[in-house]
């Protein structure tokens, strides 16, 4: 019950890369267009849907 599959691990590795703030550097190159992380998500309000 508590193995992971790899797939499974990289899935979760990916999200957890995604997981991040943007960097300051990306607000001030565009002007403040982007101003946010759209992947963003907190774990105890939005769930990862991973099957496996």
Same mark, same amino acid.
């Given at each position: 019950m508590g193995k992971k599959s790899m797939q499974k691990k990289m899935r979760l590795g990916k999200m957890r890369k995604r @997981? +991040? +703030?943007?960097?300051?550097?990306?607000?001030? +190159?565009?002007?403040?267009?982007?101003?946010? @992380?759209?992947h963003q998500r907190d774990w105890r309000r939005r769930k990862l849907r991973i099957k496996g």
């Open positions: @997981n +991040r +703030r943007i960097p300051v550097l990306a607000m001030v +190159r565009t002007h403040r267009r982007v101003q946010y @992380n759209k």
